[in-house]
């Protein structure tokens, strides 16, 4: 069973910086795309940032030019470096994890929070 840990999320204040990270428990076979969400409480869960198995990269337009999704296929490991945070910012993030072979399958980590404070 592939399991997700999170961690980096914490307290900062707005104009800060932090790094999440997302480690698989193995390796996922397949195409596998690595995607952060996040969900602000009374909020929709979010799509923030995606990396494809062939590198490519799409952002949310809130956190353009703020934000960077990179991946280490040898770490099984996914990373979003979050620059210039705002108080909006603020949320639950969430990693996910989507292989597709003859299947679809989506993995979850477990979240982290990240606090921006203004």
């Known amino acids: 069973q592939v399991q997700l840990a999170e961690s980096g999320g914490g307290l900062v204040q707005a104009g800060g910086s932090l790094r999440l990270s997302c480690a698989s428990s193995?390796?996922?076979?397949?195409?596998?795309?690595m995607n952060w969400y996040r969900q602000a409480p009374g909020k929709q869960r979010e799509l923030v940032a995606t990396i494809t198995s062939g590198g490519s990269r799409n952002y949310a337009d809130s956190v353009k030019g703020r934000f960077t999704i990179s991946r280490d296929n040898a770490e099984n490991t996914v990373y979003l470096q979050m620059n210039s945070l705002k108080p909006e910012d603020t949320a639950v993030y969430l990693c996910n994890v989507r292989a597709v072979t003859h299947l679809i399958r989506d993995y979850w980590g477990q979240g982290t929070q990240v606090t921006v404070s203004s």
């Open positions: 193995e390796t996922i076979f397949g195409i596998v795309n």
